[in-house]
């Protein structure tokens, strides 16, 4: 006979595939229906469960495509730092460059996951679940961001507001190079990229 503990145990667990199921899915559809395109009732069809299960984890269609752009973003960060930090690199410059050209480097192999952000890469570090995505790992770029500024002495008027602009530019600037061809192929825009970042951050 079970006891409560492992009924309890199942229920997290199917609890926690059903949302699985259903961010999947949702992802899929958006790739390759549309965001626009596609309702609650195509992602609960696909995902196999029933509609009222969808409202458990998510308010609307805008919810659950934000936490899936958070997830992406997050993803696309961790790996690079955790990339960063296999390698030597002295300076502030360099770690943050380092990132920027790896995670540019991901979406050039999977151009599907940028076309699913869009231009909303900064969602990742700000969006509504803001607190949760400040104790993940992804936001050691955040950290190492401050950090790095400090321990150089790089007079920085807000941090924030640079570490946002810095975000906002490698989003905008991938997507219009890796997606529309605007103004040209990312590879030659990268050394133009690079000197911006530079210069938001040496002010």
């Not at 960063?84 to 300076?91: A, G, P």
């Not at 803001?130 to 992804?138: S, W």
């Not at 955040?142 to 602009?165: C, L, P, S, W």
């Amino acid at each position: 006979m079970e006891t409560l503990k492992e009924i309890k145990s199942k229920i997290e667990i199917n609890k926690a595939e059903k949302k699985t199921r259903l961010l999947n899915n949702a992802y899929e559809l958006f790739g390759t229906k549309g965001f626009s395109d596609t309702s609650i009732s195509d992602i609960v069809k696909k995902a196999g469960v029933a509609k009222g299960t969808f409202y458990l984890y998510f308010k609307n269609k805008e919810d659950i495509r934000n936490q899936l752009v958070t997830d992406q973003s997050q993803k696309l960060f961790t790996n690079a730092i955790n990339a960063m930090n296999n390698e030597n690199l002295e300076t502030f410059d360099e770690r943050l460059i380092y990132i920027i050209d790896h995670v540019i480097e991901q979406l050039k192999q999977d151009d599907s996951i940028l076309t699913f952000i869009n231009r909303d890469l900064s969602l990742g570090f700000y969006s509504k679940e803001i607190e949760k995505i400040f104790n993940d790992n992804a936001m050691g770029l955040y950290q190492m961001f401050i950090d790095g500024i400090k321990r150089e002495h790089i007079q920085v008027n807000n941090a924030d507001m640079t570490f946002f602009m810095i975000v906002e530019l490698i989003s905008v600037t991938c997507y219009r190079c890796m997606v529309q061809k605007i103004p040209c192929d990312i590879d030659t825009y990268k050394p133009y990229l690079y000197a911006g970042v530079k210069a938001l951050i040496h002010q």
